[in-house]
């Protein structure tokens, strides 16, 4: 694979990945049972970089390098959650594991949010690492199945599209 494809094929990973936390987004929001809150490196960053030079705040940069995209919290502020969205074409349950292994490192308490074109998943990563890698289907007592079902829709469109 030459450059030209090695950046082609970076891009389009890239992008799928933020088509997952644009659907992640709008599906919990549709469902008006919760405040989404963007969070990750992309949000944040930019404001802290330029305290980067001063050694205490090394470490808290590295931390939100590594921080989860989102945070939800319920209507009635009872519940806050810190979720990290990705897309998988295709995962082995080792792989799902190691990414849960990585938001750890950083953010114990997070949740994983898998986007594929089964359907969509989301645990606790906690759970994730203790099952082997094994990620539950997204419950309908988070967002419904037709509401579930309108997203998986919207994400093959971009699928088909590759």
């Not at 970076?10 to 659907?23: P, T």
């Not at 082997?132 to 988070?142: E, H, Q, R, T």
Request: negative net charge.
């Amino acid at each position: 694979m030459d450059s030209i494809d090695k950046e082609i094929s970076f891009s389009r990973e890239l992008l799928k990945g933020k088509i997952a936390e644009v659907i992640f987004e709008q599906m919990f929001r549709d469902c008006g049972k919760f405040t989404i809150l963007p969070f990750g490196y992309e949000k944040t960053v930019p404001e802290v970089a330029q305290y980067q030079h001063i050694v205490e705040v090394k470490q808290v940069l590295d931390n939100i390098r590594h921080a989860p995209d989102f945070i939800i919290i319920t209507q009635d502020r009872s519940q806050v959650y810190l979720v990290e969205v990705k897309y998988r074409s295709n995962s082995s349950a080792s792989e799902i594991k190691a990414i849960a292994e990585q938001v750890r490192e950083h953010w114990n308490v997070a949740w994983l949010f898998l986007a594929t074109p089964e359907g969509f998943f989301f645990d606790p990563i906690n759970r994730v690492i203790a099952s082997g890698g094994k990620i539950a289907p997204l419950s309908n007592s988070w967002i419904d199945s037709d509401t579930q079902t309108h997203y998986l829709s919207l994400l093959m469109e971009f699928e088909k599209k590759r």
